[in-house]
Structures are given as C-alpha cells and as structure tokens.
C-alpha cells in the first residue's frame, strides 16, 4: 500500500479523463477488476507521480490503470504536496 506525505483529495476534479486499455488475456477470461491510485499533481493538474494504494491484485489492471491516469489532467491543486485518489474499474460489458 502506497503511503504519501500531503493533502489527499478523494473527489478530484478531472478536466480530461483517457480510458485504460483491457488487458487482452483478462478481458479473455471475463476478468473484472479496481485499482485505487495516488496521483501526485503539479501545479497545473498534471499528474507527476501515479502510485498503486490498493492493487486489483493483476499486474495488468494495475499497469494499465497507471498508464491511463498519467494521461489524464485534472483541476489545479490549490497547494503543493496534494495527492489525487482516483479509482479505476475495469467491467465487461
């Protein structure tokens, strides 16, 4: 579990959102799953640092997760040392 130094944010404001890409072999197998994320933000929303808090426990939904959150922009922090908490699901339609 990744522990920070900081303000966390649960309900941050995302001003671009990119979807992760399903990992082939678990969409394969009907495989479904959440990420929880630490997201360290600069001052202008872009993440600078994109840390696993709670694991899917599949490296896949974890990688794609952190790749699809380092995409995204979100509302300017109003101080530094703030951390984002964003969930990332991943379900089958």
Known sequence: K?????TIVDNPVVLRQVAPVYPLAARRHG???TVV????????GVPSEVKV????????????AQRAVREWRFDPPKESGTYVRVRVEFRLK
């Open 2 to 6: 990744a522990s920070v130094q900081g």
């Open 31 to 33: 495989l479904e799953g």
């Open 37 to 44: 994320l630490l997201v360290s933000l600069d001052r202008d």
């Open 53 to 64: 808090e709670v694991s899917s426990g599949r490296f896949d939904f974890d990688e794609a």
